[in-house]
């Protein structure tokens, strides 16, 4: 038996920025991870087909603006969701000063260590198609860290998405930027690595 994981997630959402500078979309929770066709083995989520909502606020388990704020921009918040895509967990939303840098921050809370090992496994093999330019590279954070930098298709934007989980947490961070202004990759892991904490800490506490 397969279960499939609910429609909202199975394709990867790139999220746009408010800011005029990186094109005036608006935000979206950058929730969805997993191609249409894919599923998870019954084996690590036992009768649960899905993450299921409950009640605990994990907003608490994001990064703030001034986690992610540094001596070359200051980031403030624009959004901070619970549930993202009525799944369990929490995504953030900041944008710098110039609005034309911004990271989004997601987390998925599943039933269990190997759910959410399988689907970042399966997210990761989507990267290429969503992120032009670019291939997939392990990254030293999190379990199964992987980090993929280009462009959006079709858009004159920067790009950088990594995937990691922590526990029976899938965290989805994504760094958007002007095209030729590509994040680096010292920020990216170092924002990675907060947020990594951050989960540890307040799985653990949970």
Known sequence: MRLALPAALLVIGISGCTGT??????????????????????????????????????????????????????????????????????????????DNRAVSDTILIYPDAATATATLRQAA???PTQVTGGSPAPIGVGNDGVVIAGAYPDQDKAVTVLLFTEGRALARLEFQSAAGDTTTDEFVTNVGKMQQIALRVGLSEA
Do not use: C, Y
């Open 21 to 98: 500078d990186l094109g005036g979309a608006a935000p979206s929770t950058g929730a969805g991870l997993l191609p249409s066709t894919a599923s998870t083995p019954s084996a690590s989520v036992g009768s649960t087909a899905t993450p299921t909502v409950q009640a605990a606020d994990h907003r608490t388990l994001l990064l703030s603006a001034s986690d992610i704020s540094d001596a070359e921009d200051t980031f403030h918040e624009r959004s901070r969701d619970v549930h993202p895509d009525d799944t369990e967990g929490a995504s953030a939303f900041f944008v710098n000063d110039q």
């Open 125 to 127: 093999g989507t990267l």
